[in-house]
């Protein structure tokens, strides 16, 4: 995968899915974006389906973990439910009278998964698409970046365990996942089952 509409952000660590066909010239690329956690990089609000958008920004909010919720740390973000684009900032402080003043600020993406999102839906939204766009011969890329302990590995990598298959042989395509599997584990389960309906030879290289 190289470049097209969705990203996630995360450190300089490289990790890459590369599809090759006999038949196949890959030439065009695309890119995309999915923020771990809240940035104040923001999209334009352009048309998502224009020939020429070809990079998308989503977020993915997290809940609080055990550490903050025993500190008692106050919720500051919100979201507008499953499809929203837009995430609201809080910043409670202390006026010069004394009082207690609630800041807000909003930021418009591309698409905002709240903490209710699951790994499922943040597949489906982000990653899914770009399989067939690849084998159509495209240059796709999905990226995590956050700061540390906002979920970039969970939501890319998740649970990469087998849990069966739905046929007795475990043909690749057949492979059962947890609901915890991130991005990467789902592409290549619907990558290879997309192969077995290809008529040319292909090849799959992944690297780490």
Do not use: W
């Not at 940035?39 to 958008?53: E, F, R």
């Amino acid at each position: 995968m190289s470049s097209r509409r969705s990203s996630l952000y995360d450190k300089p660590e490289r990790r890459s899915l590369t599809y090759t066909s006999s038949s196949r010239r890959i030439s065009r690329s695309r890119s995309s974006i999915l923020p771990a956690q809240t940035s104040k990089i923001a999209t334009k609000v352009n048309d998502p389906d224009s020939p020429g958008y070809n990079i998308k920004v989503y977020v993915r909010c997290r809940s609080r973990n055990k550490r903050e919720i025993g500190e008692k740390s106050s919720v500051v973000i919100s979201t507008m439910g499953a499809q929203g684009r837009d995430v609201i900032l809080s910043n409670p402080s202390s006026s010069s009278s004394g009082s207690l003043t609630n800041v807000k600020k909003t930021y418009t993406f591309d698409r905002v998964f709240g903490a209710e999102s699951d790994q499922e839906v943040v597949f489906n939204s982000v990653a899914k698409n770009y399989i067939s766009e690849m084998l159509q011969g495209y240059n796709c890329t999905v990226f995590a970046y956050g700061q540390t302990g906002t979920g970039k590995t969970y939501t890319m990598s998740g649970d990469i365990n087998i849990l069966g298959s739905t046929t007795h042989n475990h043909d690749q395509s057949s492979i059962l996942l947890s609901e915890h599997a991130g991005i990467i584990p789902r592409v290549l389960v619907d990558l290879f089952k997309d192969l077995k309906n290809e008529s040319t030879d292909y090849s799959v290289k992944v690297s780490f």
